[in-house]
């Protein structure tokens, strides 16, 4: 009788030391793609400084990666985690799928920031680099700082010509951002682990039709309230956000574009 019950006391004890661990590797992801619903959600309320309309509804894709950490002593790295959505033929936004960035480049910089970085896609040739393997900013594709400013009407005499367009916010500041030379690359492990899969594809989560789950579901509807169909009108936050009408337009800001290197910050997942 002794050995039973001393059998299912040392399986207790084990679920119990392993659960946090456990309910860590399912949350990490889920807490990914929140910050990244966060992030969107507080730069689209501010109307002083949110990403134009006449972008945001033309948008082919949109990127959020919360959090990046740039750091540098002489050499400077970047690497930070994220998600990309697509719009789909019906212009509902697909599945996210979790994307890593990595970037680096020369010159004095001393220090480490944490920023957070949207970017949007004007086609589908940034997103099948990705999905294909990896994209680099301004060789696989054309990247600009993109405009900020309350109206789209405001926007309307900027030509977007860029690929893909980026911004970053960095305590409190929300401007567009040179990322040039910076890598995009699938996070296979993170989408495995998020769509509770031994394997899946990143062409298979944004065009299939697996079921999301909740935490996706929310980022996809952010999406679709700030970057909805062509024609559609954008709902911001509720009252008492700073989204009052201004004159001021749309504002562009000086950015310094770094000499990209092969070399970027390891992932410390990895």
Do not use: C
Request: aromatic content about 8%.
């Amino acid at each position: 009788m002794a050995m039973p019950r001393t059998f299912s006391l040392l399986a207790g004890l084990v679920v119990l030391f392993l659960a946090p661990a456990l309910v860590q590797a399912q949350s990490k992801e889920e807490k990914r793609i929140n910050g990244a619903v966060v992030v969107l959600d507080q730069i689209m309320r501010i109307r002083e400084t949110k990403i134009p309309e006449s972008l945001l509804t033309k948008a082919y894709a949109v990127a959020v990666i919360p959090g990046v950490i740039r750091a540098g002593l002489g050499f400077g790295g970047r690497f930070g985690k994220g998600a990309i959505s697509v719009r789909r033929a019906d212009n509902s936004w697909s599945n996210p799928s979790f994307i890593k960035l990595t970037g680096g480049s020369w010159g004095l910089q001393i220090g480490i920031s944490e920023t957070d970085l949207i970017l949007v896609f004007k086609n589908k040739k940034g997103v099948d680099g990705i999905t294909g393997g990896k994209l680099t900013l301004g060789a696989d594709a054309s990247v600009a700082a993109g405009p900020v400013g309350r109206t789209g009407s405001a926007a309307t005499d900027i030509k977007f010509d860029a690929e893909v367009y980026s911004y970053s916010r960095s305590r409190g500041l929300f401007v567009g951002v040179a990322l040039t030379g910076s890598v995009i690359s699938i996070d296979d492990k993170a989408n495995a682990r998020f769509y509770h899969r031994d394997s899946v594809d990143a062409g298979e989560i944004i065009y299939g039709d697996i079921r999301p789950p909740q935490p996706a579901r929310e980022f996809m509807a952010t999406l679709a309230q700030y970057a909805p169909a062509p024609g559609s009108a954008i709902q911001y936050g509720e009252p008492g956000t700073d989204d009052g009408e201004s004159s001021s337009g749309v504002k562009t800001f000086p950015v310094y574009t770094p000499e990209p290197i092969p070399e970027a910050v390891p992932d410390p997942d990895e």
